[in-house]
């Protein structure tokens, strides 16, 4: 599986940004998906992530302003982030695996990565 991010960029606190990963392979429907994020000096943390079954979980920093989605037919997840906030800069981080998790470890394969960058 090859994950491709999109959709980073600077925006003002309190704007929007829906990031993107396309997804290669046919088996897209059968891996859990999730979204990471790595600051500068810290460690990679959830974000969020969707099981096979459609099942979407949070992490406590990001409740009710990101949205996590997948599309199967076009093989792809996104994440809607609403009411950024300077904190949320880093750069996301898509990842797939057998299944759903919170940590690094539980993911088979990641994206290169996308920056997203929230100004006060």
């Known amino acids: 599986v090859q994950l491709v991010e999109s959709g980073g960029g600077l925006v003002q606190a309190g704007g929007s940004l829906r990031l993107s990963c396309s997804a290669s392979?046919?088996?897209?429907?059968?891996?859990?998906m999730a979204w990471f994020r790595q600051a500068p000096g810290k460690e990679r943390a959830f974000v969020a992530g969707?099981?096979?079954?459609?099942?979407?979980y949070y992490g406590d920093s990001v409740k009710g302003r990101f949205t996590i989605s997948r599309d199967i037919a076009k093989n792809t997840v996104y994440l809607q982030m609403n009411s950024l906030k300077p904190e949320d800069t880093a750069v996301y981080f898509c990842?797939?695996?057998?299944?759903?998790?919170?940590?690094?470890?539980?993911?088979?394969?990641w994206g290169r990565g996308t920056q997203v960058t929230v100004s006060s």
């Open positions: 990842a797939a695996g057998r299944f759903y998790s919170t940590v690094t470890t539980g993911y088979d394969y």
């Open positions: 969707v099981t096979n079954s459609g099942n979407a």
């Open positions: 392979g046919r088996t897209f429907s059968t891996y859990a």
